[in-house]
């Protein structure tokens, strides 16, 4: 991928995190150049901590030696501090970017997966009741459209496509689809068409990776 310029970005991250995901995707559909470094969160580096030292989390962007946080945060600046790069992800409408916010923000506020089985009962309803809210969301953002930033990938694209592996992971796991030909026909559509993007594909995490994380901890866990 070629950057701009004269730019450099190091992106700090965990590879299992979605968040992460989400930074890497929009870097790879702005077409930029960056150094990954992977994080142990248990071992945290001087360099995670003094770039974010509010909240000591990944993912954290580097742009010539200053600091960004927050995923959204991060994919609002690549998409303003490198206009001419890739494809625009934020509408150009102050309208239409304010609803894509809202959703994005909705989004994050949806995707707890919870850690014991009573947290993971109450999560799944509260998917099933946001998989119905983003149903009709993609309904009214795309416009008829492929994507919800229209003809292409945008702001809402990115910010969801990032849960992606993880809802391919639960499937793999569980048996259970996140979004579905019957219950959420637009969305099981939009996941697709958006997977099936060379610029996601370059960003995605490997789900079979993410399954096996997952059947280790539960049995690291099992075992305590």
């Given amino acids: 991928m070629a950057g701009e310029g004269d730019d450099q970005l190091k992106l700090l991250g965990l590879w299992v995190s ?34 974010n030292p509010v909240h000591k989390k990944v993912p954290v962007l580097i742009h010539n030696g200053k600091p960004i946080c927050e995923s959204q945060v991060i994919v ?20 239409d970017r304010a609803i894509a916010r809202f959703w994005a923000a909705y989004i994050n506020d949806k995707s707890s997966m919870g850690k014991t089985e009573e947290e993971r009962a109450e999560a799944l309803k509260q998917t099933l009741e946001a998989v119905a809210n983003l149903e009709t969301a993609f309904k009214e953002c795309s416009k008829g459209k492929p994507f919800f930033g229209g003809d292409t990938v945008g702001y809402l694209d990115v910010s969801l496509g990032a849960m992606i592996g993880w809802m391919r992971a639960g499937e793999a796991l569980h048996g259970r689809r996140t ?43 099992a075992n305590n």
């Fill in 76 to 95: 609002q600046y690549l998409d303003e501090e490198f206009p001419n790069s890739g494809v625009s992800l934020l509408p150009s409408d102050s309208y």
């Fill in 179 to 221: 979004f579905d030909a019957t219950r959420s026909p637009l969305l099981n559509a939009w996941m697709e068409r958006f997977a099936a993007l060379d610029a996601a594909k370059a960003a995605m995490p490997d789900n079979n990776k993410l399954v096996e994380f997952v059947r280790v901890r539960r049995a690291a866990a």
């Fill in 18 to 51: 979605p968040y992460t995901h989400r930074v890497k995707l929009a870097l790879s559909f702005k077409g930029l150049s960056y150094e990954y470094v992977e994080e142990d969160l248990s071992n945290k580096s001087e360099l995670l901590l003094s770039t």
